[in-house]
Structures are given as structure tokens and as C-alpha cells.
């Protein structure tokens, strides 16, 4: 199956960007990291970054065009802010994790509100880096069961 990991602003700054909260991977570590668990499984998967709202709906408009089965994403502060994203995804109906690197929960108030959660097939929130990992093996074992 193709799926697709979403990034969304500042988060191509991870390993430098507050260690204490983001860890110390960066993004392309993690990136081939998923990419690798997912070739192992007979899967195919990409990333995409963007720092811009509009280059990540139209990603998301893509990746139904490409057909892809299975979204994480981790949106960042358009977690927040973005009802075109979610747009996009309820839209394009492709089922997707919500994955945040640090605890929402336990940071600010304008935190705890997500535009993506109550469409998202699940969310996991805290883990750091692991939570991407974990995401995955999530959406493979969801796709093997419809398969
Ligand atoms: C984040 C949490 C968001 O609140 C924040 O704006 C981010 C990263 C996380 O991964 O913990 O940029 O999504």
C-alpha cells in the first residue's frame, strides 16, 4: 500500500528546534526511519514537509490522485489554527493518525484544541520520534485488516 507522513511548520527544524520538548532526531533520520519499516512490509512510503498551509492541502489533494491508503501527520501549530487541512482530509477521505512529537496536553491551553482529532483515526501524543514509529505500525495493521 502507498502511504504518505505530513509535516507541518518548524518541524523541519527538529533536532535543533527545543530539544527538551521535540527530541533530538531530525526529520530526515525520521523519515527514513518509516520509510525503511515500511519497504520491509512491502510497502511504499513518502514525506512530505511544508512550512506553507497551502502546499500541505495540496499535498493531501495529490496523494488522492496517487492513491494513497493511509496518512500520518503530525500538523503542528496548524493542528490549532488550520480548518482548510482539515478540509482537505475529510475531504479526500483518507484515513489518517495524528501524531504530535511532544504531550499537548500537559503544555498550553491553545494546545489542547486540535482541528484533526475527531476525524483522525487515532492521535498519539508525547512519545516523541517513537510516536511516528508507533503510528505506523498502527495504519499497517489497520490496512492488512482490510486487505
Ligand atoms: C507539535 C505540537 C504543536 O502544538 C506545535 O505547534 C508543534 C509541534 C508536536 O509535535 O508536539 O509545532 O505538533
Do not use: M
Amino acid at each position: 500500500a502507498k502511504l504518505l507522513v505530513l509535516n507541518g511548520p518548524n518541524l523541519n527544524l527538529l533536532g535543533t528546534r527545543e530539544p527538551s520538548l521535540y527530541g533530538n532526531d531530525t526529520l530526515a533520520s525520521i523519515d527514513s526511519r518509516l520509510a525503511e519499516i515500511a519497504r520491509d512490509g512491502g510497502h511504499e512510503l513518502t514525506s512530505f514537509q511544508s512550512n506553507a498551509e497551502h502546499e500541505l492541502v495540496e499535498r493531501v489533494h495529490r496523494a488522492l490522485d496517487e492513491r494513497v491508503e493511509f496518512i500520518i501527520i503530525n500538523p503542528a501549530a496548524f493542528t490549532h489554527t488550520s480548518v482548510a487541512l482539515r478540509d482537505a482530509l475529510s475531504g479526500a477521505a483518507i484515513p489518517f493518525i495524528e501524531v504530535h512529537l511532544s504531550n499537548v496536553h500537559a503544555r498550553e491551553a491553545f494546545r489542547r484544541h486540535s482541528y484533526f482529532s475527531d476525524i483522525a483515526h487515532g492521535v498519539i501524543s508525547g512519545l516523541g520520534a517513537v510516536g511516528y514509529e508507533l503510528a505506523l505500525k498502527a495504519a499497517l495493521c489497520r490496512i492488512s485488516e482490510q486487505a
